[in-house]
């Protein structure tokens, strides 16, 4: 008539985990040229295989894409996702979608080409054509 119980803890580690930590981001305005570098923080999920989330992309403070690696196609994808975001000229929403890949060697990097559209405070409506690089530090 004895009971016992056992609680197993199973950790699944992700395969992007390597890429965790802090990275410098070069983003590009693929419409003009234009640069500007800042540093953000990428994780591996804890849940989900093949998924990191980015914190912080392009100007937009508040917006932590989920962006998705599929082995097959050796892609990165990162799905229609909207985010109220703070940016040094407003706050507003914005809708990211793109898509990007992993480049190897011995300084992991992401580049990831995506599009950022709103409606800007006069009612117009804004697209840009970005590509961000990102490498680990």
């Given at each position: 008539?004895?009971k016992?119980?056992?609680v197993?803890?199973?950790?699944v580690?992700n395969?992007l985990?390597y890429?965790?930590g802090?990275?410098?981001?070069?983003?590009?305005d693929?419409?003009n040229?234009?640069t500007?570098t800042?540093?953000?923080?990428?994780a591996?999920?804890?849940?989900?295989?093949?998924?990191?989330?980015?914190f912080?992309?392009?100007?937009c403070?508040?917006a932590?894409?989920?962006?998705?690696?599929?082995?097959a196609?050796?892609?990165?994808?990162?799905?229609s996702?909207?985010f109220?975001?703070?940016?040094?000229?407003?706050?507003?929403?914005h809708?990211?979608?793109?898509?990007?890949?992993?480049?190897?060697?011995?300084?992991?990097r992401?580049?990831?080409?995506y599009?950022?559209?709103?409606?800007?405070?006069?009612?117009?409506?804004?697209?840009?054509n970005?590509r961000?690089e990102?490498q680990?530090?």
């Amino acid at each position: 008539g004895l009971k016992d119980s056992v609680v197993r803890i199973i950790n699944v580690r992700n395969t992007l985990n390597y890429l965790s930590g802090s990275h410098n981001v070069v983003t590009t305005d693929l419409s003009n040229g234009n640069t500007r570098t800042w540093i953000t923080t990428v994780a591996a999920s804890v849940s989900v295989n093949n998924q990191i989330k980015i914190f912080k992309i392009s100007d937009c403070f508040m917006a932590d894409p989920i962006l998705t690696y599929d082995p097959a196609l050796d892609s990165l994808f990162m799905p229609s996702q909207t985010f109220t975001c703070i940016t040094p000229n407003d706050t507003l929403p914005h809708t990211f979608v793109g898509k990007g890949k992993i480049i190897q060697g011995s300084i992991k990097r992401i580049i990831l080409d995506y599009t950022d559209s709103y409606i800007d405070n006069l009612g117009n409506p804004i697209l840009l054509n970005l590509r961000d690089e990102y490498q680990l530090f």
